[in-house]
């Protein structure tokens, strides 16, 4: 029986990694028969694995197409037009939506040959998107943090509490319900909750 790895045809980057010598075919070929049994992406399987570096393969990826390559720790993660993509197509294709300009939306990538990614994001947002190269590990993380739903934002809080709140004689001065401890405060669990997410993240500083 014929080795799988054989009839394995290189195409897109795997090819380019193979003809300019960052992984040797076998291993390219190797990789792609582990990615398709695991169902991820061939450059999440290479970059997770340490096979190779994400910045190399970005790097890489830039001048061969002569697409813009940039460093997503520059962006803040969390105020992306993340709402102009379906979620599901975000996961599927490992695109994120950095922003828009009139009718173009600029998507970031760390795979450039995924057409089928560009058409599909192009036919859900009725937008032009543009390709911007980024680094795979970076861009995986980004994702994530993009897409969280945050448990409840300040304004939240504080609407849910308004009704614990009565003005008092002094037109100036707002008294918490004695029904309430001082802990309940709104703005005390606000506080509580940056403190508590900057411990689980192991955030060095808070800025306020």
């Known amino acids: 029986m014929a080795d799988d790895t054989i ?14 010598g960052l992984l040797s075919e076998a291993t390219i070929k190797e990789s792609i028969k582990e990615a398709r049994e695991r169902k991820v992406r061939l450059i999440s399987y290479l ?3 340490k ?5 190399a393969v970005a790097i890489k990826a830039s001048k061969e197409f002569g697409l813009p390559l940039l460093d997503l720790e520059a962006m803040d993660w969390h105020n992306l037009p993340i709402k ?23 998507i ?3 795979d450039p040959t995924n057409h089928q990614a560009v058409e599909d994001i192009k036919f859900q947002s009725l937008m032009r998107p ?6 795979e590990d970076k861009l995986g ?3 994530e943090i993009a897409l969280e739903k945050p448990e409840a934002s300040m304004m939240d809080m504080l609407d849910s509490d308004l009704e614990n709140l009565d003005i008092a004689a002094d037109e100036n001065a707002i008294v918490v319900d004695n029904n309430s ?3 309940e405060a709104p703005i005390v669990r606000f506080c509580n909750k940056i403190l508590l997410d900057a411990v689980k993240k192991g955030a060095s500083d808070i800025h306020f």
């Open 7 to 20: 009839e394995i045809q290189l195409r897109g980057l795997a090819s380019i990694l193979a003809r300019d």
């Open 47 to 49: 970059v997770s694995n």
């Open 51 to 55: 096979l190779v570096v994400g910045k």
């Open 84 to 106: 102009l993509i379906d979620e599901k197509l975000i996961r599927k294709h490992n695109a994120l939506p950095l922003y828009a300009r009139g009718k173009t939306l600029f």
């Open 108 to 110: 970031a990538m760390s």
């Open 130 to 135: 543009e390709i911007i190269l980024v680094e």
């Open 141 to 143: 993380r980004a994702i």
């Open 181 to 183: 401890e001082i802990d």
